[in-house]
């Protein structure tokens, strides 16, 4: 049978010519320290790409018709040419939506971004209050991202996006956030919290109770219509009906990540050697990549879905995310960890008692870019922030905020 035959969601199965949903994090440079920061980010690597690099990039992204890129970090507005390479991507055709905790998001840049059709903001808050928000993001990080949002607002931005990563300690805030999302004419994205980068010393703790995952479904199915939610939360959908969103992973498939160094992984949420189709830096660039890397080739694949086939729900939840398994030690054709039927909480317990008995630990994610003077803690608590004004020691130890005062003008402007 043709693939042009076969319904959306299946076509995407097989893969796309080009991603429709390119996320591409410029910098690991970053002002906070999230404790479950994807990218492990708050140093900027040397080795990132250049500018000239990152503008080769985007014209590859026009030839391939990508109609937009998921810009990150890392904070990506700390980056001496973010606005250029905003400008140049729109003026190639290319759309932009970025994702900021919102330091540089000043009245004046408000402004700026009210005025083009083709860049969206994203800015990201994981509490509705500032005590929940900042135990996660930092102190001081929840009045910055409502400042951001009110500039936007006040400058006639609509429909930015306030996106919230749901954990344990926000879940009873569902509410709140809407709230806070129509108070400011924006949109609410939720986003499932994945065991990536220092989220994966942290996912035991703030990952959401089997309770309050269903509580989360339950409001979804709601007010899902108004709310984003991408390809979050697929694994709900064992509940019952499916979400709105893509009931998919998209690994590889429709969804990818070039990071600030040009390496291309098949997933965001993914970053580890055994994801990693190639760099861009390499001949035919990425889009050779992307159409003939061998992983992509292999995640495009039918994919068997081990013993999750024989569960009444496989075909509503697909066997759960990728990534979330990988980095909890179990296999990829195994349930997600947080099966909604309790498979996932049978697995880990059999990984661990396997761990413990000798077996392979759980996967660490690659990199870690941390703001830290030591070890990244094991106990779950907060990563040591070491920015100051010293000179810097190393390039990857530079101060991301250089010259930058909150209230202040941009270093650069547009």
């Not at 440079?29 to 790409?49: I, K, T």
């Not at 129509?182 to 035991?204: I, K």
């Not at 039927?341 to 941390?370: C, F, I, Y």
Request: some cysteine; glycine content about 10%; overall charge negative.
């Amino acid at each position: 049978m043709s693939t042009k035959t076969l319904p959306l969601v299946e076509q995407f199965q097989f893969g796309l010519d080009a991603p429709i949903c390119l996320t591409w994090e410029l910098t690991y440079a970053c002002n906070l320290s999230c404790r479950h920061c994807l990218s492990s980010s708050g140093r900027r690597d040397p080795r990132e790409l250049t500018t000239a690099e990152c503008k080769a990039v985007l014209d590859e992204l026009e030839r391939m018709q990508v109609f937009y890129v998921n810009i990150g970090g890392g904070e990506p507005t700390v980056r001496p040419d973010f606005w250029e390479l905003v400008d140049y991507a729109t003026e190639h055709h290319v759309g932009v939506k970025f994702s900021t905790n919102g330091v540089k998001i000043t009245p004046a840049v408000a402004r700026q971004l009210a005025a083009s059709d083709y860049v969206d903001v994203q800015i990201s808050l994981d509490g509705a209050t500032a005590e929940v928000n900042d135990a996660v993001r930092g102190p001081g990080s929840h009045a910055t991202a409502l400042r951001a949002m009110a500039n936007l607002a006040d400058a006639g931005f609509a429909g930015f996006k306030i996106s919230v990563v749901c954990t344990r300690q926000n879940i009873g805030q569902l509410d709140e956030f809407k709230a806070l999302a129509d108070r400011f004419g924006a949109e609410l994205r939720l986003t499932r919290l994945r065991p990536s980068g220092r989220g994966a010393d942290v996912w035991d703790e703030l990952h959401p109770t089997a309770e309050q995952q269903r509580e989360l479904y339950d409001w979804l199915v709601a007010r899902g219509e108004q709310v984003l939610t991408g390809d979050s939360f697929f694994h709900l959908a064992a509940f019952g009906s499916a979400l709105p969103g893509l009931n998919l992973c998209g690994a590889g498939r429709v969804v990818c990540l070039i990071d600030p160094v040009g390496d291309v992984y098949a997933c965001p949420f993914a970053i580890h050697d055994n994801f990693l189709a190639g760099n861009v830096r390499a001949p035919g660039g990425f889009a050779r990549l992307w159409r003939t890397s061998e992983l992509f080739t292999e995640l495009r694949q039918p994919q068997g879905g081990g013993a999750c086939t024989s569960c009444s729900a496989y075909d509503a939840c697909r066997g759960g995310c990728m990534a979330a398994k990988f980095f909890t030690g179990l296999p990829l054709d195994g349930p997600d960890p947080e099966c909604v039927k309790g498979h996932g909480e049978q697995a880990l317990l059999a990984a661990a008692t396997a761990a413990a008995n000798g077996g392979a630990s759980a996967p660490r994610p690659s990199g870690d870019h941390s703001h830290r003077t030591s070890p990244r803690p094991r106990d779950g608590g907060p990563v040591p922030v070491t920015i100051g004004r010293r000179p810097p020691d190393r390039a990857c130890d530079e101060n991301p905020l250089a010259g930058f005062a909150p209230d202040g003008p941009l270093a650069t402007s547009r």
